[in-house]
């Protein structure tokens, strides 16, 4: 059983920054795909971004492409960031981490497996 656990959701102002981190359980983390998602209150759970278990391939949401970045740490291979720059209150919401033992790197949740307990990140106008 893999355990994710997010952290570094918080409040920020409009504008501001934040780094999502996710870290595992499982010594095979770094041969999954790995994705966040986010849902905000009274709307479905929507794709923000994904990584290959190699790092190497990275996808996004319209919502979000150019102002975040998911990447895995070379040094942990056992955590995997979000780093989100030019907030804005449209990207309030529950953020979750989500992991992938076949390496899909899908948009749709259904194809992950392994969830995290979620981190909220609240942007204030």
């Known amino acids: 059983q893999v355990q994710l656990v997010e952290s570094g959701g918080g409040l920020v102002q409009a504008g501001g920054s934040l780094r999502l981190s996710c870290a595992a359980s499982s010594r095979t983390f770094s041969r999954y795909a790995m994705g966040w998602f986010r849902q905000a209150p009274g709307k479905e759970r929507e794709f923000v971004a994904h990584i290959s278990w190699s790092g190497g391939t990275t996808s996004y949401a319209d919502s979000v492409k150019g102002r975040f970045t998911i990447f895995r740490d070379a040094a942990d291979e056992n955590r995997v960031y979000l780093q989100m720059n030019s907030l804005n209150v449209e990207d309030t919401a529950v953020y979750y981490c989500?992991?992938?033992?076949?390496?899909?790197?899908?948009?749709?949740?259904?194809?992950?497996?392994?969830w995290g307990q979620g981190t909220q990140v609240t942007v204030s106008s």
């Open positions: 989500a992991a992938d033992p076949w390496g899909r790197a899908s948009v749709k949740d259904v194809e992950y497996d392994y």
